[in-house]
């Protein structure tokens, strides 16, 4: 899968930092997320089905959330307690705390039963354990606190008595001299007294720690529940607000093809939005096979690319995709090419680590069959005539492949008819020319001349014909740009 630098790249970390679960059993899955494996199918379609029905409940009334997201806020991870309990005695303070856990269990179980999906969502169960609680709250008095009580046992009774009666007395005793000897035996009777009360709290604190650890498992067990429901509740909101969809998974053995409509990168898209521009849309059907995107520099293509990456990534981490609708297999890997690969430190240049990534890719694409498999700009470090042969013959290579998606973007020419697919990005093809230099040549106060010449570029990609050549947009967009006109001229002689 893609490597960690590649996630913060791609918005993948962005899309994660959006998730606000409630409780830490939510966060800690939030933090551990990651793909679903072939044999986690079914519990990929049961989390989607999850979202799908929690978004529903939430956006029809969100105030209905209230009591459970108060419970669930409440909550600390008392997983390390619970496996003391089954090893030794447990303290005051873990008492408490598993006590508060079972407490607030009983408050969540109300709230999710007056919920309208209760008891339906895919391996979620949400429950109270009273008799756990009837063991570390024997006077039923369901406080948020944790002391034995006298009545626990007839010698803590007696014990707890004769204290009272030995600090009433040092409280009356007058602090004169003559009465030293009284108070220092009014002292020691006490001490003795505090060590009893704390063996006979120790050996109770040892009888309700294994009484109550017969419980531990069914905690436990609803623990990893309270996780799930927090995490699906979390990304359904997080749908709900990014306007995401739930993909659909493709069946094993069934037909072949990832399409994504309307896709949009939420980190590219919030930046986007501050400069008063919009996100457009990517659409893209990919066949096993190679697809090519061809386009101008600043044409879009990269973030194309990276909003697939995403978007794929995300369906199989069982997370909701910013698209209109999108299907795609389970996909066992997604590997994406797409950087300055230098490794000074093994003597590489930057084409030669790019290539050496190149091989691992496919060593990993044969490894996994199934794999999406994303080259930008490939074999750009090296002269066109060469890096046109490289781009061709990856090309023609996954095109062999009846088990691998392939999308490549590129610039180099006789690319495209190779490609099962061509994409093209729309750039500058529809723009009025006269529009675009009037706008450039009056530039609005402060405005970089690459911001003006974005609000012309269209980032949309359409299906070209297989004999379609990229765009010459090179040298207008250069124009565009102010580059320096003596300059230019030379480059037009």
């Known amino acids: 899968m893609l490597e960690a630098r590649q996630l913060a790249d791609i918005g993948f970390d962005y899309v994660l930092a959006g998730l606000e679960p409630w409780s830490p059993f939510g966060e800690e899955l939030r933090r551990r997320l990651k793909p679903y494996g072939k044999a986690e199918r079914a519990a990929l379609l049961g989390e989607f089905r999850n979202i799908s029905v929690i978004a529903e409940a939430f956006s029809a009334d969100p105030s209905s959330f209230g009591p459970l997201a108060r419970a669930l806020m409440q909550l600390k991870d008392i997983r390390r307690s619970l496996q003391r309990s089954r090893e030794t005695t447990l303290s005051d303070i873990e008492l408490f705390e598993i006590k508060r856990f079972?407490?607030?269990?009983?408050?969540?179980?109300?709230?999710?039963?007056?919920?309208?999906?209760?008891?339906?969502?895919?391996?979620?169960?949400i429950f109270a354990l009273p008799e756990a609680l009837d063991i570390l709250d024997p006077d039923g008095m369901r406080a948020q606190t944790f002391r034995l009580p006298d009545g626990a046992s007839l010698l803590l009774s007696e014990i707890r008595k004769s204290r009272k009666a030995v600090d009433l007395a040092l409280r009356a005793l007058p602090q004169t001299a003559e009465n030293g000897a009284e108070r220092d035996r009014l002292m020691a009777e006490r001490t003795n007294l505090?060590?009893?009360?704390?063996?006979?709290?120790?050996?109770?604190r040892g009888e309700m720690t294994r009484a109550f650890s017969v419980y531990a498992d069914e905690a436990e067990t609803l623990i990893e529940s309270i996780g799930k429901l927090d995490l699906a509740a979390a990304k359904a909101r997080l749908m709900l607000t990014l306007g995401g969809t739930v993909p659909e998974?493709?069946?094993?053995?069934?037909?072949?093809?990832i399409e994504f409509i309307d896709m949009v990168n939420p980190e590219t898209d919030a930046a986007i939005k501050e400069r008063g521009r919009r996100f457009t849309p990517v659409s893209i059907a990919l066949e096993p096979g190679s697809a090519v995107i061809t386009g101008a520099n600043m044409g879009g293509k990269s973030v194309a690319v990276k909003?697939?990456?995403?978007?794929?990534?995300?369906?199989?981490?069982?997370?909701?995709?910013?698209?209109?609708?999108?299907?795609?297999?389970?996909?066992?890997?997604?590997?994406?090419?797409?950087?300055?690969?230098?490794?000074?430190?093994?003597?590489?240049?930057?084409?030669?680590?790019?290539?050496?990534?190149?091989?691992?890719?496919?060593?990993?694409?044969?490894?996994?069959?199934?794999s999406l498999v994303l080259l930008d700009e490939f074999a750009r470090g090296t002269n066109p005539h060469e890096g046109s042969a490289l781009v061709r013959g990856a090309v023609r290579y996954f095109n062999e492949k009846d088990d691998t998606y392939a999308l490549i973007t590129t610039h180099f020419d006789d690319v495209a008819c190779l490609a099962r697919v061509h994409y093209q990005v729309m750039g500058l093809r529809n723009t009025d020319e006269a529009a675009l230099k009037a706008a450039l040549s009056s530039p609005e106060a402060g405005k970089a001349p690459q911001e003006l010449l974005a609000r012309f570029m269209d980032y949309g990609l359409f299906r070209a014909g297989s004999e379609v050549n990229p765009p010459r947009d090179a040298l207008k967009i250069c124009r565009a740009l102010r580059i320096r006109e003596d300059f230019m001229n030379k480059v037009t002689e």
């Open 102 to 125: 079972l407490i607030l269990a009983g408050s969540l179980d109300e709230a999710y039963s007056a919920l309208p999906f209760a008891g339906e969502l895919y391996g979620i169960r």
């Open 307 to 370: 909003t697939l990456a995403l978007n794929a990534l995300l369906a199989v981490c069982g997370m909701p995709v910013f698209a209109k609708s999108a299907a795609l297999p389970l996909l066992p890997d997604i590997r994406l090419l797409s950087e300055d690969l230098e490794d000074s430190r093994g003597g590489l240049s930057s084409f030669g680590g790019e290539m050496v990534s190149f091989d691992r890719i496919l060593t990993a694409a044969e490894e996994r069959p199934g």
């Open 249 to 257: 998974i493709l069946p094993e053995g069934g037909e072949k093809r």
């Open 194 to 204: 505090a060590a009893k009360e704390e063996n006979e709290e120790l050996r109770l």
